[in-house]
C-alpha cells in the first residue's frame, strides 16, 4: 500500500463509517480496485476507525462529558440513578458487552472468512431491505430520553452484526432503532455513542497487536495507516454534521438503494471474475 492508496482509503472511511452503508464494506471493496488488489485488512480498518471515532468524541463532546460526569455522580450518590445522562452511561457500557465478547469469540473468522466479498454483497442487500422496512413501518415517536434497558440491550445486539462486513455498524443499529420506534436522529444518535467504546477497544488492540508483532502489519505500513486516520478523522467529522442535517427532513432510502445496487454490482463483478472474492 502506498501514501496515495492510504489517503484514498482514509477517505473512503471517512465517508461511510457514519453513513448506514457499512465503512467495512467499501475498505474491502475499495482495495481490490486498486493497484495492488488487495484487502486492507481487518486490523487498518479497525485502526482507521479510530480516527472516525475520535472525530465523533469532538463533534458529540458535550453529550459524552456529561454522560460520563452524570454516570459517575450516580456511582457516588451524588446524582440519581434515574437520571437520564447516567442511565445513558450504564446503556452504552451494556450495550457494548455483545460486540465485545463476539469480536474475541469469533476474531479469526472476523479477519478472514467474513470477509468475502460474496458475503459482503449479501450483507450488503439484506440489511439495505431491513434498514427500508424499518424506516417506513417504524413509528418514529420516541426520543432518546425513552431508551430502555431492553431497548439498550438490542441495540447492543445490532451493533454486534457489524462485525460482518456490509452490515454497517450504523446501519445495524439505526435500523433497530427505528423498528423500536425511536426517531431517526435519536436512533443515528445513539447509534454514534453506542460505537465509541467498541470501536476504541478494537482500534486499540489491533494497534497493540500491530505494534507488538511485526508480522501483523506486514501488508500496510504503520506511517500510511496514520495518515488514512487522520484524513478519516477530518472527514468523518463533516459528514457527521452533515448526516444529523439530512436525516431531520429526509428517510433513509437513498442509502437503501445504494446499498442494493452495490450488492447488486458486486454479484456481477464476482460472478465475470472481475475481481477475487
Do not use: C
Not at 20 to 34: D, F, K, M, W
Amino acid at each position: 500500500m502506498n501514501w496515495l492508496e492510504a489517503i484514498i482509503l482514509g477517505l473512503v472511511q471517512g465517508l461511510t463509517e457514519f453513513l448506514p452503508i457499512s465503512s467495512s464494506a467499501h475498505l474491502r471493496i475499495v482495495g481490490e480496485l486498486l493497484p495492488g488488489a488487495s484487502d486492507p485488512g481487518a486490523a487498518f480498518t479497525a485502526i482507521t476507525q479510530i480516527g472516525t471515532e475520535l472525530a465523533v468524541l469532538l463533534f458529540f463532546w458535550k453529550d459524552i462529558v456529561r454522560i460520563i460526569s452524570r454516570w459517575f455522580g450516580s456511582l457516588f450518590g451524588k446524582v440519581e440513578r434515574k437520571d437520564p445522562d447516567a442511565r445513558m452511561g450504564w446503556f452504552i457500557i451494556i450495550g457494548s458487552i455483545p460486540i465485545a465478547v463476539a469480536g474475541l469469540l469469533f476474531e479469526e473468522s472476523i479477519d478472514t472468512s467474513f470477509r468475502s466479498l460474496w458475503i459482503v454483497a449479501t450483507m450488503l442487500i439484506v440489511f439495505g431491505l431491513l434498514l427500508a422496512v424499518a424506516d417506513s413501518l417504524g413509528k418514529q415517536a420516541k426520543p432518546l430520553e425513552k431508551l430502555t434497558l431492553r431497548d439498550g440491550i438490542l441495540y447492543g445486539l445490532a451493533q454486534m452484526m457489524a462485525l460482518i462486513p456490509g452490515v454497517s455498524r450504523s446501519g445495524g443499529t439505526i435500523t433497530m432503532g427505528l423498528a423500536l420506534g425511536y426517531t431517526r436522529e435519536a436512533a443515528a444518535r445513539y447509534a454514534f455513542l453506542l460505537a465509541v467504546p467498541a470501536v476504541f477497544a478494537s482500534g486499540f488492540y489491533k494497534l497493540f497487536k500491530a505494534l507488538s508483532d511485526p508480522s501483523q502489519s506486514a501488508a500496510y505500513g504503520m506511517g500510511e495507516t496514520a495518515v488514512a486516520t487522520i484524513v478519516a478523522f477530518v472527514i468523518g467529522y463533516l459528514v457527521i454534521g452533515w448526516l444529523m442535517r439530512f436525516i431531520t427532513t429526509n428517510s433513509f432510502k437513498p442509502f437503501v438503494w445504494y446499498r442494493i445496487g452495490l450488492g447488486l454490482l458486486l454479484y456481477i463483478l464476482l460472478g465475470f471474475g472481475v475481481i477475487n472474492a
